[in-house]
């Protein structure tokens, strides 16, 4: 199977979706960008502890604060190392540092964004596919595999895909972004906690893209009448009022949460 091999999607809300799965190659890269990035943060953790002792020798000396520094040292790495992926591939959107750098993403086989739990599953048995060494059994499962999962991607019901944002498309505005570009709106314009962005699934996102495709071509009064349904809605959603007689904040406030959110969702489609 090659590196760009296509696999189709059809989502619980009918929604076709085409992915290139990725292959070995990128993900043995993103993994070891992954790894670089852990050993650092590991050396960091215990040369900061270490020159922490040092810095008072008494402290250095009292066997009993030594091994609980000790004690606390393991642990942290522990935390650290099992934490990273789980953490980043939860609150980035399926991705970590060496998968953003490779422009990989991890999601659930059903199209959607993936969840706490899939995550905890497939880094747990990150620990399987690591054996004996080498991550061997993980890297063998990924060639042989038609969809190139690991033992962690079956169990989890994940799977990883490039994601397909070419530099003529970042370049190139779409109409709703002429718009907002226009009105001067930015995500600064606007800060959302995580959960109020995690509280918008696949139905809200794409209620809310298509709301913004549509908005250029419709006439004054249905626009008034859409942005009214869509704020009705999923503001709500994400934990915001409005007021329904201010009908451009309200479409203001659509179009800064659909910055936020457009890069969670709009990956490969």
Request: with cysteine; charged share 20%.
């Amino acid at each position: 199977m090659t590196e760009e091999e296509q696999v189709d999607i059809k989502t619980p809300e009918y929604v076709s979706l085409q992915f290139s799965v990725a292959g070995l190659g990128s993900r043995a890269a993103a993994l070891i960008i992954d790894q670089v990035v852990l050993f650092v943060l590991n050396a960091l953790l215990v040369l900061g502890l270490f020159f922490l002792v040092e810095s008072d020798l008494n402290y250095m000396f009292l066997a009993t604060n030594f091994e609980m520094l000790l004690a606390i040292t393991i642990i942290l790495v522990f935390v650290l190392n099992g934490g990273y992926f789980l953490v980043l591939e939860f609150f980035w959107g399926g991705r970590t540092i060496g998968k953003r750098a490779l422009g990989l993403r991890t999601i659930q086989d059903n199209g959607h964004r993936i969840t706490l739990l899939s995550s905890f599953i497939r880094n747990l048995l990150r620990l399987i596919d690591s054996l004996p060494a080498g991550y061997l059994v993980g890297m063998l499962m990924i060639f042989f595999h038609p969809k190139h999962k690991r033992l962690g991607d079956l169990a989890a019901g994940t799977l990883v895909v490039h994601e397909k944002i070419t530099q003529h498309k970042r370049k190139k505005k779409t109409s709703i972004e002429k718009i907002i570009s226009a009105r001067g709106l930015t995500k600064d314009d606007l800060i959302f906690d995580s959960w109020q962005l995690k509280a918008l699934d696949q139905k809200g996102w794409q209620l809310l893209r298509t709301f913004c495709q549509r908005y250029e071509q419709l006439p004054l009064h249905e626009k008034h009448q859409l942005t009214n349904s869509v704020a009705t809605i999923l503001l709500p959603k994400v934990g915001l009022t409005f007021d329904k007689h201010r009908v451009t904040e309200m479409e203001n406030t659509l179009f800064v949460l659909y910055l936020h959110v457009k890069d969670e969702w709009e990956y490969d489609l």
